[in-house]
C-alpha cells in the first residue's frame, strides 16, 4: 500500500506539478476509498502510509487549515483502535516493518496509539 500511495504522491508533484502539501491532499483523495474503508486493519494501514509519505517529504502541516486538522483527527481515531488490530506482536516481516512505521508516524505527528 505505501507503494501505491508513493506513487500517486509522485504523479501529483511531477506530472500535475502540484506542491507538496497539495500532493499531500491529492494522494488523500485519491486513496479515499483506502483511508476510509470499512475493514479497520486497511484504514489502519492506508493512513500509515499516508503520513510515512508526509514524513518522508518532512512535510510541514498548517495547522489552522481545516483540512489539516481533520485528517489528524481521523489519524487518532483510527490509531485510537490500534490494539484491536492484533499487531502489537509483530510476528511477521510485514507486521515489523508496519510498527516501525507506525513509530515513524507517531513521532512526525505526535499522535500514539491505543
Same mark, same amino acid.
Given at each position: 500500500?505505501?507503494?501505491?500511495? #508513493?506513487?500517486? $504522491? &509522485? $504523479?501529483?508533484? =511531477?506530472?500535475? #506539478?502540484? +506542491?507538496?502539501?497539495?500532493?499531500?491532499?491529492?494522494?488523500?483523495?485519491?486513496?479515499?476509498?483506502?483511508?476510509?474503508?470499512?475493514?479497520?486493519?486497511?484504514?489502519?494501514? !492506508?493512513?500509515?502510509?499516508?503520513?510515512?509519505?508526509?514524513?518522508?517529504?518532512?512535510?510541514?502541516?498548517? !495547522?489552522? +487549515?481545516? =483540512?489539516? #486538522? +481533520?485528517?489528524?483527527?481521523?489519524?487518532?481515531?483510527?490509531?485510537? $483502535?490500534?490494539?484491536?488490530? &492484533?499487531?502489537?506482536? &509483530? &510476528?511477521?516481516?510485514?507486521?515489523?516493518?508496519?510498527?516501525?512505521?507506525?513509530?515513524?508516524?507517531?513521532?512526525?505527528?505526535?499522535?500514539?496509539?491505543?
Amino acid at each position: 500500500m505505501l507503494f501505491e500511495f #508513493q506513487s500517486i $504522491r &509522485g $504523479r501529483a508533484v =511531477f506530472d500535475k #506539478q502540484l +506542491d507538496v502539501y497539495q500532493a499531500y491532499a491529492y494522494t488523500y483523495d485519491e486513496m479515499s476509498d483506502f483511508l476510509h474503508a470499512k475493514d479497520e486493519l486497511v484504514s489502519f494501514k !492506508a493512513f500509515t502510509a499516508l503520513f510515512v509519505v508526509a514524513a518522508m517529504d518532512h512535510l510541514e502541516f498548517v !495547522a489552522d +487549515d481545516p =483540512f489539516t #486538522q +481533520d485528517v489528524f483527527e481521523e489519524l487518532k481515531c483510527v490509531y485510537s $483502535r490500534f490494539s484491536s488490530l &492484533g499487531l502489537a506482536a &509483530g &510476528g511477521s516481516d510485514d507486521e515489523k516493518l508496519m510498527l516501525e512505521h507506525v513509530k515513524m508516524v507517531s513521532v512526525f505527528t505526535g499522535v500514539g496509539v491505543g
